[in-house]
Nanobody
Framework: VQLQASGGGLVQAGDSLTLSCAASGPSFTGYAVGWFRQAPGKEREFVSTISWSGGSTHYADSVKGRFTASRDNDKNTVYLQMNSLKPEDTAVYYC??????????????WGQGTQVTVSS
C-alpha cells in the first residue's frame, strides 16, 4: 500500500482545510487509517483514526470537535476536515494505514506528509 497525503497549505487562524490521503497499489481494504502530525522539535502525535467501514472514529482531545475524519473506499481516499484551525495545529500531517489504534506502532504503511501552517 502506498499512501499520498495532500491538501496542506498556509491558512489563517479560524480557517478550514481538508487533507486527503490517497492509496495506490493494493487498496486500503480492511485497514484503519490514522492521521498523525509532527511539529518542529516535537514528537509525532496522534490526531485521528477511522475504521475501514468509517463507522468508528477516534480523535485526540486537542482536535475533538474541530476535525472530522471520513473515507471513500470506492476512491481509496481518506479525508481529514479541519475547521477552526489554530496556530498550534501547525505541523506536518501524515496518514498511515494499519490498526484502529492511537499508537504509531499500530500503523504499517505511511504517507510522506503534507505541511499545514496556521498563522495567527
Amino acid at each position: 500500500v502506498q499512501l499520498q497525503a495532500s491538501g496542506g497549505g498556509l491558512v489563517q487562524a479560524g480557517d478550514s482545510l481538508t487533507l486527503s490521503c490517497a492509496a495506490s497499489g493494493p487498496s486500503f481494504t480492511g485497514y484503519a487509517v490514522g492521521w498523525f502530525r509532527q511539529a518542529p522539535g516535537k514528537e509525532r502525535e496522534f490526531v485521528s483514526t477511522i475504521s475501514w467501514s468509517g463507522g468508528s472514529t477516534h480523535y485526540a482531545d486537542s482536535v475533538k470537535g474541530r476535525f472530522t475524519a471520513s473515507r471513500d473506499n470506492d476512491k481509496n481516499t481518506v479525508y481529514l476536515q479541519m475547521n477552526s484551525l489554530k496556530p498550534e495545529d501547525t505541523a506536518v500531517y501524515y496518514c498511515a494505514a494499519g490498526l484502529l489504534v492511537r499508537q504509531i506502532s499500530g500503523y504499517k504503511y505511511w504517507g510522506q506528509g503534507t505541511q499545514v501552517t496556521v498563522s495567527s
